[in-house]
Nanobody, 123 residues
Framework: QVQLVESGGGLVQAGGSLRLSCAASGRTFSSYAMGWFRQAPGKEREFVAAIGWGGGTPYYADSVKGRVTISRDNAKNTVYLQMNSLKPEDTAVYYC????????????????WGQGTQVTVSS
């Protein structure tokens, strides 16, 4: 069992930055690929970024590529999402998720989900 707790959301002006964190419980964090998703009001949840259990080449949605960086610290059981040059359309609840297989994370077929953290970008 893995529990995921996101933090770091908030209100920021367009062009600003935020760093989201997702802390995982359990001693098997390093065996999971991790991802970030988001859901805006009235829209379906969408993929944002993912990273393999050992790091490696991350995956990004086209809508955030070049503005977002996913990283992980297995010693701290934490995955991060650094978001720069934020836009109003980035406003959403951001969720982290976990699965042993990276492709499953990207596809949204995750075993575990966090409760989410709200990100609001004002224009």
């Amino acid at each position: 069992q893995v529990q995921l707790v996101e933090s770091g959301g908030g209100l920021v002006q367009a062009g600003g930055s935020l760093r989201l964190s997702c802390a995982a419980s359990g001693r098997t964090f390093s065996s999971y690929a991790m991802g970030w998703f988001r859901q805006a009001p009235g829209k379906e949840r969408e993929f944002v970024a993912a990273i393999g259990w050992g790091g490696g080449t991350p995956y990004y949605a086209d809508s955030v590529k070049g503005r977002v960086t996913i990283s992980r610290d297995n010693a701290k059981n934490t995955v991060y999402l650094q978001m720069n040059s934020l836009k109003p359309e980035d406003t959403a609840v951001y969720y982290c998720a976990a699965h042993h297989v990276l492709s499953a994370v990207v596809a949204g077929h995750n075993d575990y989900w966090g409760q989410g953290t709200q990100v609001t970008v004002s224009s």
